[in-house]
């Protein structure tokens, strides 16, 4: 079974679905790889203008780590590995050198926020919930979330996100200026797509060109460090009685 679908536009655009719906899109060690692979791919391919990131279903964009999987990581050491191997992952979606969408088709929530951080848009389907739960699990963003959440968004504003750990409305999140869209989902992708056409009129080398103007400023030593250092302080709360309680609770509601 796929755990991602990914589709070619003859237009430049690539969408990259997470395909798990029956798990609200969670991801697991297979949708990384496939993500990792995906995202390669657009780096490299002259063809691809855009990437666009979204999740198969009408419930859920991505509902984060896969708490059933990752349960099992009860070290600070095993944990820190599942988080590094998604952040560096994620790290190289927010320096990818070409434009990215999330196109937030449900609730995002936990590492699916961080997922759609490290894009440069986000449009969200009416109605669709974001949370960046984490602190009510007994964690921080794992995956490098909260630096690029302060990248992204004033300060204080960043800070009340992620403190208030609440799902928000997409509504609201656009007031915050972390929606820059909010759609109304009769044919999301096809919404989607005549947003992106004047970026899509545009070659190539132009888009690349821009993207690597802000993503230059990312790729610093001091950036980087920051980044990985919020990964290896989510390991070390990772194997906490609070945050083994909260999966242990939510495991057994479902
Ligand atoms: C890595 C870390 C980070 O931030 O860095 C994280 O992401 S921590 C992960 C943070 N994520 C979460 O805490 C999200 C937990 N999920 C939810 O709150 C909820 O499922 C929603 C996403 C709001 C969807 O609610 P809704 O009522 O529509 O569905 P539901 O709860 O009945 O879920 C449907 C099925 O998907 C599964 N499911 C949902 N989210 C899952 C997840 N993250 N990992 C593993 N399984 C998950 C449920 O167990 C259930 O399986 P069965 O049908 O077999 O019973």
């Known amino acids: 079974m796929k755990v991602a679908i990914v589709e070619y ?7 990259f679905a997470i395909h798990r719906p029956e798990k609200r899109n969670a991801i697991n060690f297979e949708v990384m790889d496939k993500l990792e692979e995906t995202i390669a791919m657009v780096e490299k391919n002259d063809d691809v203008k ?5 999740g198969t279903g009408d419930e859920a964009f991505c509902s984060g780590g896969d708490l059933s999987k990752f349960q099992h990581l009860h070290t600070t050491e095993n944990a820190k590995q599942m988080l590094e191997k998604m952040g560096t992952i994620l790290y190289s979606l927010l320096t990818l050198s070409k434009p990215t969408v999330a196109l937030i088709n449900g609730t995002a929530i936990g590492g699916g926020c961080e997922l759609a951080s490290a894009c440069d848009f986000r449009y969200a389907k009416s109605g669709s919930k974001i949370g960046f739960i984490q602190g009510k699990l007994g964690i921080t963003t794992g995956w490098g979330g909260a630096t690029m959440l302060f ?12 403190l208030r750990a609440e799902r928000i409305s997409a509504e609201k999140m656009y007031e915050y200026g972390w929606i820059h869209a909010v759609l109304p989902g009769n044919n999301l992708r096809e919404e989607c797509r005549e947003l992106l056409a004047p970026y899509l009129s545009q070659s190539v080398s132009v888009l690349r060109a821009y993207k690597m103007a802000a993503a230059e400023k990312w790729k610093s030593d001091e950036f980087r460090m920051r980044f990985f250092a919020e990964i290896r302080r989510c390991s070390e709360l990772w194997g906490s009685e609070e945050h083994k309680r909260a999966i242990q609770s939510f495991l057994n509601k479902s």
């Open 9 to 15: 536009d003859s237009n430049g655009i690539v969408w």
């Open 50 to 54: 855009m990437l666009v990131i979204t």
């Open 151 to 162: 990248e992204k968004l004033p300060y204080t504003q960043a800070l009340d996100i992620l």
